[in-house]
């Protein structure tokens, strides 16, 4: 009974997706914490991981879950999907995040807040194809150094890509396969397939993944995106929010600055957001300096420039 209610309050509260925002990342980057301060904003909800399978067994060797599409490609099943995401049709509750308590409460934000965050950490090589496909009011990207996100996938399990032999399938199709655009992987496919250690395997992930995500956000004037990085949506969040809202046309709402102060449910249980060193540093506590060059080392072959040995990013233009 409770799955129908819900399932038909969902059809209630379609939304459009001109009004969508999406949040899209790696995970164990902040992206729940980030997702959490942007549905405070006036009549948001978010929508959790649309592209995850609902079976853990569909985890398979050379479908690791991070899809790409070519920008012109048609894929109809993936259109289907993401026009359901972003428009609130998912009618599993357990997908959702609400701000609300109780059922009643939960029911309530669930119909009169239509619009959407969709917070994906599976999307970054689908933007140049999402931004095609879709108009949507406006994509954030949020990205940590690579070394702080290879170190927290460590602490909790391996992220899937703990074995580099499985069933004869070769660390190349295990780490990407068909899942990004053929001029990069093929360049380095030596490199990845030369891959040992899980931390290499994991860094080449992380840079496939922004490798086609910042040049589209620089190829299209950053028209589609905004970029946000951890560390400075922890050092200097006030201004992060505020730049935010000027990208997504909205005002700042008192209860965005308060979820600045509150770590996300899926946070380390010892991150602080008032100790911001010491949160920034964890990483050189956890990582020899053997795998932080070579975690740098592979970033920078994917000409991504961003991040080096210090933990905060290299300014901007």
């Not at 969508?20 to 790696?26: F, P």
């Not at 993936?78 to 959702?96: D, H, I």
């Not at 040992?196 to 992930?205: C, G, K, R, V, W």
Request: aromatic share 8%; charged share 25%; net charge negative.
């Amino acid at each position: 009974m409770k799955k129908l209610i819900f399932s038909y309050l969902t059809t209630l509260s379609r939304g459009e997706s001109s009004q969508t925002i999406l949040l899209a990342s790696v995970g164990r980057s902040g992206t729940t914490w980030l997702g959490n301060i942007l549905s405070a904003l006036d009549g948001y909800k978010m929508l959790n991981e649309p592209l995850r399978p609902e079976n853990p067994t569909e985890y398979e060797a050379r479908y690791r879950h991070r899809p790409y599409v070519e920008e012109n490609e048609v894929a109809p099943c993936l259109k289907e999907k993401l026009e359901n995401a972003f428009t609130g049709q998912v009618p599993r509750s357990y997908k959702w995040d609400f701000r609300s308590q109780g059922r009643i409460g939960i029911l309530l934000e669930h119909i009169w807040n239509r619009n959407v965050v969709v917070k994906s950490t599976r999307s970054l090589r689908l933007l140049p194809w999402i931004h095609r496909t879709f108009d949507l009011k406006g994509t954030v990207i949020l990205i940590r150094h690579p070394c702080a996100v290879v170190s927290s996938m460590l602490k909790s399990g391996g992220w899937g890509y703990d074995r580099l032999e499985q069933n004869g399938v070769s660390t190349f199709d295990q780490a990407v396969g068909e899942q990004a655009p053929a001029s990069i992987s093929e360049r380095l496919r030596s490199d990845i397939e030369g891959t040992s250690t899980n931390p290499e395997i994991l860094a080449h992930m992380w840079a496939l993944d922004y490798h086609v995500a910042l040049n589209h956000h620089e190829n299209t004037e950053r028209q589609y995106s905004h970029l946000v990085t951890y560390e400075h949506l922890l050092t200097e969040g006030r201004r992060c929010i505020r730049d935010l809202c000027t990208f997504l046309g909205e005002e700042p709402t008192e209860e965005m600055r308060a979820q600045l102060n509150r770590p996300s449910r899926t946070a380390s249980d010892q991150l602080s957001t008032e100790d911001t060193t010491r949160q920034l540093r964890k990483w050189r506590d956890h990582l020899d300096e053997k795998t932080v060059d070579r975690v740098l080392s592979i970033v920078h072959s994917y000409d991504i420039d961003m991040y080096g040995p210090d933990p905060m990013p290299a300014p901007q233009e």
